[in-house]
């Protein structure tokens, strides 16, 4: 028997004239080498299609260890946080960041994505709560996927649909990193 060509979860699509085409051509070349990782650290790139965290049905992706560091930061940055508040959030953020603490976060308003930023370029590890679902073709792009090669990154997808606003999604995700934070 001849062994197949693909792997069981090859996802193929169609090239369409809008796709640039240099794109495609890159993420083929760079294929080799995303499978060397993934198969050098398997436990980076996990996934789990049912989890439950805080009552939540939850799917996730990435390095699972990371809800287990005990210097998780919940990154929630409220409008109505005094200025003095957000600065010394801030620094107890990136402290963490700087020393092997992880930030878990939404990252849906502007500060809350500022201050991730930041906290990467400092080499934090990261639980990010998504509205994307992790599904069996799910492998994260670009930046994410660096992320996960260097064990850094823990995605965690909870069904927007499950609520009834998007404001009520990410007040729960906020809930969710800080009892991850054990606050």
């Known amino acids: 028997t001849k062994a197949p060509v693909f792997n069981p979860d090859f996802y193929d699509c169609i090239l369409y004239p809008e796709r640039d085409l240099n794109t495609v051509y890159n993420y083929i070349q760079d294929n080799p080498r995303r499978?060397?990782?993934r198969r050098d650290h398997p436990e980076w790139f996990q996934r789990v299609n049912y989890l439950t965290l805080d009552g939540l049905p939850c799917q996730a992706y990435g390095n699972l260890q990371l809800i287990q560091n005990p210097f998780i930061e919940a990154v929630v940055v409220?409008?109505?946080?005094?200025?003095?508040?957000?600065?010394?959030?801030?620094e107890r953020w990136l402290y963490a960041a700087a020393n092997k603490g992880v930030?878990?976060?939404?990252?849906?308003?502007?500060h809350e994505k500022e201050i991730m930023k930041e906290a990467d370029r400092l080499g934090s590890k990261f639980i990010y709560f998504t509205e994307k679902p992790i599904d069996k073709f799910c492998k994260p792009q670009g930046h994410a996927f660096e992320l996960c090669s260097q064990g850094r990154l823990l995605l965690i997808y909870v069904n927007p649909g499950l609520f009834s606003r998007k404001r009520d999604w990410c007040l729960?995700?906020?809930s969710l990193a800080?009892?991850?934070a054990g606050r």
């Open 178 to 180: 800080q009892t991850l």
């Open 172 to 174: 729960r995700m906020n």
């Open 35 to 37: 499978l060397a990782e």
């Open 103 to 110: 930030l878990a976060s939404a990252a849906y308003s502007q």
């Open 78 to 90: 409220r409008s109505v946080h005094s200025a003095e508040l957000r600065k010394a959030n801030r």
